[in-house]
């Protein structure tokens, strides 16, 4: 009985990694043809704002860019900086 596991074991484990190897192969191949590229038919559809493109067929804006009427608002938009990598970090230690 064991000399038998020993010859059937790497069979199924060969047997599993092919199957596992073919269903990555094939979720990844589904993924690349997803995602459309500049020489493929109908790649220029989606610049026209064909069926592929912007389901609005126009610009979309924020809807938090809306005042009550559905108007672009006009008040002064709250911004935020934050420091680049550049600056020297300010620590409470340090004698400035």
């Not at 064991?2 to 993924?31: E, H, N």
């Not at 493109?53 to 006009?74: K, N, V």
């Not at 938009?77 to 420091?83: A, G, I, K, Y």
């Amino acid at each position: 009985m064991t000399s038998l596991l020993s010859q059937i074991f790497p069979i199924l484990y060969g047997a599993c990694f092919v199957l596992l190897l073919w269903q990555a192969f094939r979720v990844m191949g589904q993924g690349f043809r997803a995602v459309p590229r500049p020489g493929d038919p109908g790649a220029a559809a989606n610049d026209s704002g064909g069926p592929t493109g912007d389901r609005t067929g126009r610009l979309t804006i924020h809807p938090e860019l809306l005042d009550a009427d559905g108007q672009l608002t006009q008040e002064d938009l709250l911004t935020v900086r934050f420091s680049g990598d550049n600056e020297q970090p300010a620590f409470p230690a340090d004698p400035n």
